[in-house]
Every structure is written in C-alpha cells, then in structure tokens.
C-alpha cells in the first residue's frame, strides 16, 4: 500500500522554479574536488557549495551541469584500507538525490507544502 502511493506522481512535490544545480572541478595540490552547487532562493548571489569527491549521483536534473572526472582525477580514499573501514563511510563524500531534495525542500518554500516545511 505504501509503495502504491509513493508511485503516485500526483502525490510528488514539483520542482521548484528557479532551483538550479551544477558542479565544477577544482584542482589544488593534485587533488582534484568536485564542488556541487546549489543557489538559494531571493538571493541569486547567495550559493551552497558542498565539496566532494567524485560527482554526484542523480541529483543534476535536465540540462544542468554536471562534473566529468578523467580516471587520473579520481582519488583513492585514504582511510580504504584501514581495519574497520566500511563503504559507507565513503558515500558521505558525494551528493546524492535524497540530498538535493532535502535541500530543495528545506529552501525553496512551496505553497503546497506541509505546515512542517513552511
């Protein structure tokens, strides 16, 4: 039952005009980041900037900008192969979609939303 209603595009909150994402490489030092950028609303100098390790995952939609690491730009996590490492303790370096969401939704303001997010 709740996996019919979370199939319900009527049930899904629209994309917010205006909200705009991209991301840009930096290199320095020989470490390349991927800078995952998100404006906010009323304030079109005012940017998010997270920066990560390798680009995000699902969360550029339509013609936004997305970064294109070469395999020499990618970097191999230093804490890899210590005793106790788990691959979850390196998603915490990439934007995932539930993350644009979150930030989108705690941003930019919809008339529909609940009372909780106004």
Known sequence: MA?????QKERHRPPSKGFQCREDIEKEDHLTSVIFKCNLPHQQQHVLEFNCREPSCGALEGEEEGAVLSEDDYAVDPNFFDEGYSM??????KVWTGSRLLIEALTWPQDTDCDRLK
């Open 88 to 93: 979850a303790g390196s998603t915490g370096f």
């Open 3 to 7: 996996y019919q209603q979370y199939m």
